[in-house]
């Protein structure tokens, strides 16, 4: 069997139907494979930075892994971007890379980079030694991405094995390992027992257990306050009475103030990394009980009463069973979430001004969230309005929100939302962008136009990279707008439907969820540009009332 036709025959079995890339000629032989297998779609890129992307969003929303292909050297390192990304979001992705052959390793042939250069970027890199174990690996490839916690996996398959008609090895018969009983959960209940203000942190571990229901259950239970980090964003509903906010520069003192008061936190699924922590500075009561899937995460920012190395949904389910009656009883945890909120809509109120020219990213994120379905999957790309959308934009469910988490890489939304829109076909699916982010990604609008993906594309312009022009003017004194481009201003009305994209602009508040509303339904890929302002208040300074 010739061993392309190996690779794409084990892609089928594991259940994967989506490949992002861009074809070379070293990947020539597995694009013929691919091109020939009427159930598998070979989606084309318009660089290698979004084709893993691409597959992030497809995974996220998903909670299967897509496949990516590249060429070597330029290619792979391009796509190292979205790999890290993946990585610290754990999500599971098979990377496959063509590699130089083996006889020309080390003689600078095209292309050529030694395979370990990826190695810092992907939970395993492996190498394929000889064209008959192709099959094998990349069934052990799948089996350690799709292992919590799950990762990247990137295997580097040399060119001149794929063409080559060779006995191929049978794939070992690997299962996944199955979730076993947690240890330490007995521990964790007599926390949770003893406090009378509990609190839940919770993070993208919960979504990629699928524990969404058990968290929504412990809280109620506990009548705990749920605060989620970036990768938690929705694994409890935006409506829920408990969930009181994300933890990230957006957050209100308010919400801070609640963690301060609590007497007990129950972390699940978060490793409690610096980003969403704010250099581990969020005020976690001191009994502290960590679950996390990584033993190294444990004590690395915290320090815990209880730690357990488990599954998110095993461990919520096994700690249900062992919480007391009386657990939760000191507060009343929807309560406490309305008078934050409250709190936080007082302060943002002149930014929801629907009359300021030109309006705000709040006031837009708010716009954007009334004009869309609540099962819309919206993708949200780095950048100063992300910071805000945490905290502003409602998520309504575990895979229907989707952002970078401690990579923070700029450029990801466009790319996500056209993988979610291939995981998610029967939703709107939707993407929130600055117009720095859209710029490192505008080449996928073409993507989404060759492709006919239905993805609506919402562009916040304010002719700036502003988070960074306004900490430029605030801490080293640089002029307002030191890093925007009034003078170059760009329309982007003109460069979607240059590549064939119906485009809207939206002026103003009103207007914007008009357009949105009407974008959202049409089954096209379409662009809504917002004209938005570049020296509105930065979340994190204005919550700090700098």
């Known amino acids: 069997m010739h061993v392309s ?26 694009n013929d494979g691919i091109d ?83 190695d810092t970027v992907v939970k395993e890199n492996i190498l394929v030694e000889t064209p008959e174990a192709t ?103 935006g409506e829920h009475p408990l969930w009181l906010g994300t933890l990230s520069g957006s957050a209100s003192p308010e919400l801070e103030d609640t963690l301060a008061a609590a007497d007990a936190a129950l972390v699940v699924g978060s490793d409690l990394d610096a980003v969403a922590t704010s250099h581990f500075s969020a ?12 033993a190294n995460d444990i004590g690395t920012g915290y320090t815990p009463t209880v730690g357990i190395v488990a599954d998110a949904r095993a461990t919520l389910d096994e700690l249900e069973g062992r919480l007391g009656d009386a657990a939760g009883d000191g507060w009343d945890g929807a309560a406490e979430v309305a008078a934050v909120r409250d709190a936080y809509d007082e302060r943002i109120a002149g930014l929801l001004d629907a009359e300021r020219e030109p309006p705000t990213s709040v006031a837009c994120l708010r716009a954007v969230r009334r004009a869309i379905p609540d099962e819309t999957v919206v993708s949200a790309d780095a950048g ?45 699916v939707l993407a929130l962008c600055g117009d720095g982010g859209l710029m490192m990604a505008v080449h996928e609008l073409h993507t989404a136009v060759a492709d006919d993906l239905p993805v609506t594309t919402v562009v916040f312009n304010n002719d700036d990279y502003a988070i960074i022009s306004e900490e430029a003017e605030r801490s080293y004194g640089l002029e307002s707008g030191a890093y925007g481009w009034p003078s170059a201003a760009l329309d982007f009305l ?46 994190s300074a204005f919550m700090e009332g700098r």
């Open 5 to 30: 036709t190996a690779v794409v025959e084990r892609l089928r079995e594991h259940g994967i139907d989506t490949v992002f890339g861009i074809p070379g000629k070293q990947s020539l032989p597995l």
């Open 36 to 118: 020939r297998a009427e159930d598998v779609r070979y989606v084309v890129a318009r660089h290698e930075t979004a084709v893993s992307q691409e597959a992030w969003g497809y995974a996220e929303t998903s909670g299967r892994p897509a496949a990516t292909i590249v060429v070597p050297g330029p290619g792979d390192m391009n796509a190292m971007n979205g790999l890290k990304n993946a990585k610290n979001d754990c999500t599971p992705l098979l990377h496959i890379a063509i590699e130089t052959e083996p006889d020309l390793r080390g003689g600078d042939a095209i292309h050529e980079t030694p395979p370990d250069t990826y």
């Open 135 to 237: 099959a094998a690996e990349l069934d052990r490839a799948l089996t350690i991405a799709t292992t919590p916690p799950k990762g990247p996996v990137r295997i580097g398959i040399p060119k001149n094995f794929l063409a080559q008609d060779v006995a191929v090895a049978s794939p070992a018969n690997v299962e996944t390992p199955s979730t076993e009983r947690p240890d330490g959960v007995a521990g964790a209940a007599d926390v949770l027992d003893g406090a009378s203000k509990p609190v839940i942190v919770a993070g993208g571990g919960v979504r990629a257990s699928g524990a969404a229901a058990e968290l929504e259950s412990i809280a109620e239970r506990l009548r705990a306050p749920v605060v989620t980090t970036y990768k938690g964003k929705g694994v409890i509903g």
């Open 283 to 294: 005020p976690l009561p001191d009994e502290l009980v960590h679950v996390t899937l990584d």
């Open 384 to 428: 100063g309005f992300r910071v805000w959308a945490l905290n502003v934009f409602d998520a309504y469910g575990p895979r229907r929100y989707v952002n970078p988490g401690s990579w923070a890489t700029m450029g990801t939304g466009l790319p996500a939302a056209i993988g979610a829109q291939l995981a998610n076909p029967e939703k709107p």
């Open 494 to 539: 003109t460069i979607a439907e240059g590549m064939g994209m119906t485009a809207l602009r939206a002026d103003g508040v009103v207007e914007l969820e008009e357009r949105v509303a009407e974008a959202v339904k049409r089954d096209e890929p379409v662009l809504v540009e917002v004209r938005t302002d570049p020296d509105e208040p930065q979340a």
